[in-house]
């Protein structure tokens, strides 16, 4: 809710939700990563850049793997937001 309100005002862009991504690794795909949101957001130089961004409670495993894994493989950084609760 908070990001479609951001995007209404014009914060952020291009919003999409549950955005999957193919991770290979010589060209065998390994595994898939799926983020909660991808967007456009405007920089403090006024360039718009692509985030993606996952809403966890907890930080298992097997995403701390997917996270070094987007990185690794496609040079993605992954924005963690922290859920309460």
Known sequence: MYLKAMERA?????????????LLVND??????????QYER?????FWCSIV???KGVETPEFKL???LMKACLGIEIYLTKKNG
């Open 42 to 46: 405007e920089n403090k130089d006024g």
């Open 53 to 55: 961004e996952d809403a």
């Open 28 to 37: 065998e795909k390994i595994c898939a990563y799926v983020a909660d949101f």
């Open 66 to 68: 997917k996270k070094k």
């Open 10 to 22: 014009g914060t952020v862009r291009n919003l999409e939700l549950q955005v999957r991504f193919n």
